[in-house]
């Protein structure tokens, strides 16, 4: 019997139907040979790395590039989506409750006992540039010249100052970020805030053909474009590593508040933190993991959502989602709440499931082109897809405010705003606002794009508190004490501009053309 390897052809007429070129089973067969081939690869690969590495680093970096060889193997394991969309269950009347029937705490030694249970952790890895800035994106200027992290500094000591307490600051940097950080945290040693940095792991970029590393050596700086921080579902690993995690347990602090540095409503919730720490009569134990939902609007259709899903709570991602159910997962109506990624962990629950080896979160795969046109892939996790792996988890429906992302501009314009007031470190939505939504604000990319550029665009910030919706595209200018009120759209076209003169009232108008103001 004759059979040609790999191709599973045998001779035909001996029991066996033969396998035409290019069947289903002849593809599935080669799948397997080709990604078994990579797993081996892969790992002489980074043995290889390793061996560039000096001997006081060695064994930090070995557990980082174990951490990535267990991402890729589940990336080479991977049969598509994620979740049978046919499995997923209606969440359980118990499983979102909402944040009004949180009760508050009363007196101020219970709040400084409560606080003593507390880590405060920002997730500190991204840069600037997608607003046209250097360095960390949280030291970027986004209220009365102060950074987001001069205003996480701020919440945090008026905090300690307030209730006598010692809510320790943790930065979770990256390689990217972390010496920048390390020099601005220099200017808080006054502040009655113990600030703690650790850096999240650094992964290797993978050819996407070849599926083999970019990087010859496990120097950064010989090829900085060759890694990547891989997203904040590293948190566990790295805090783990760092020795912070051990640090807090032995102090007897119970819960970790986690958010990203750019999310300026993420503050300390008091009331959320009392119903971790005391929980019903009906709670059997604490819950270890709690995720922070709000309800979701048209602008946050692609945001992650709280499913039951196996006999769990669970986040699904867009990129979990069957192309045809798509729709369904955008659609307001069925899926009514997002996640905010503010996350309040159990130490101890953390501690278990890396113990046991149960964390498990679904592999994000980040096609990316580099400089040099090299096409890469570089696989990622995000820290919320974790809730599946701990017990007692539990979501919070809460207000809208503690979910101001600033990712662009148009975020920026709104916070620098009269929409807001400053209070200790904390954005308050003005109660001038007639409304408690915030308005939707679209500025064009070519002019409004970059920080620096956009605020030449403004001689002050305009008044928002009547505006309903903003299109700003173009050659556009605002002069002084300028008021936006209803729907205002402003495009000026190519080779146009359009100056809004000092004072101007605009209320429901359209505003296009060429409109200059000029000298004299």
Same mark, same amino acid.
């Given at each position: ?201 650094? &992964? %290797?970029?993978? !050819?996407? *053909?070849? #599926?083999?590393?970019?990087?010859? +050596? ?5 090829? /900085?474009?060759?890694? &990547? %921080?891989?997203? !904040?579902? *590293?948190? #566990?690993?790295?805090?783990?590593? +760092? ?5 807090? /347990? ?16 993420? +503050? ?253």
């Amino acid at each position: 019997m004759m059979e040609w390897l790999g191709l599973g052809f045998k001779q035909p007429g001996i029991g066996m139907e033969m396998k035409r070129a290019g069947s289903p089973g002849e593809a599935d067969e080669f799948d397997v040979l080709t990604r078994r081939d990579a797993r081996v690869r892969i790992e002489h690969e980074i043995q290889e790395l390793i061996k560039s590495v000096p001997n006081e680093a060695k064994l930090m970096v070995e557990k980082e590039l174990d951490g990535f060889q267990n991402i890729f193997s589940k990336f080479l394991q991977g049969t598509g989506t994620s979740v049978d969309w046919r499995k997923i269950e209606k969440l359980p009347a118990d499983a979102v409750q909402d944040y009004s029937t949180l009760l508050t705490p009363q007196s101020e030694e219970e709040i400084k006992k409560m606080l003593s249970k507390l880590v405060v952790i920002k997730l500190n890895g991204g840069l600037g540039t997608s607003m046209g800035c250097r360095g960390p994106k949280s030291v970027i200027a986004v209220r009365n010249n102060l950074t987001f992290l001069d205003l996480t500094v701020q919440q945090i000591e008026y905090l300690n100052r307030t209730f006598d307490a010692d809510v320790p600051l943790v930065l979770m940097n990256s390689f990217n970020t972390d010496t920048d950080t390390e020099k601005v945290i220099r200017k808080y040693k006054s502040f009655n805030v113990k600030i703690f940095t650790f850096n999240q792991s650094r &992964y %290797p970029r993978i !050819h996407r *053909d070849s #599926y083999t590393p970019i990087p010859t +050596s496990c120097n950064t700086a010989d090829d /900085i474009e060759a890694w &990547y %921080p891989p997203g !904040h579902g *590293d948190f #566990y690993l790295s805090f783990h590593n +760092s020795g912070l995690l051990d640090k807090f /347990i032995k102090e007897g602090r119970d819960y970790c508040f986690i958010s990203n540095v750019d999310n300026l409503g993420a +503050s300390v919730d008091l009331n959320i933190l009392n119903f971790l720490l005391h929980p019903s009569t009906s709670s059997v134990t604490k819950p270890e993991f709690l995720m922070e939902v709000t309800d979701k609007t048209k602008a946050d259709v692609k945001g992650g959502t709280l499913i039951h899903y196996a006999n769990h709570l669970r986040l699904l991602e867009i990129a979990q989602v069957p192309k045809e159910h798509v729709d369904d997962f955008k659609s307001v109506k069925t899926f009514k709440i997002f996640n905010t990624n503010n996350l309040w962990i159990s130490l101890i629950g953390i501690q278990k499931v890396i113990q046991k080896k149960t964390l498990d979160m679904e592999v994000i795969v980040n096609n990316k082109t580099l400089d040099n046109g090299i096409n890469v892939i570089q696989l990622e996790t995000a820290v919320g897809a974790a809730i599946k792996c701990f017990d007692g988890c539990i979501g919070i429906n809460v207000p809208r405010s503690r979910f101001l992302p600033v990712k662009k501009t148009s975020d920026l314009l709104l916070v620098m705003s009269n929409l807001y007031h400053l209070k200790n470190g904390s954005l308050e939505m003005s109660p001038k606002r007639m409304f408690p939504s915030t308005p939707l604000i679209k500025l064009g990319d070519n002019h409004f794009a970059k920080v620096k550029e956009f605020l030449t665009r403004f001689e002050t910030i305009p008044d928002l508190l009547e505006l309903d919706h903003l299109t700003m595209s173009g050659d556009v200018t605002l002069g002084r004490g300028v008021s936006l009120k209803g729907t205002v759209i402003i495009i000026a076209n190519h080779g146009e501009r359009i100056d809004i003169p000092t004072g101007a009232t605009l209320e429901n108008k359209i505003v296009s053309g060429n409109l200059r103001i000029l000298d004299h």
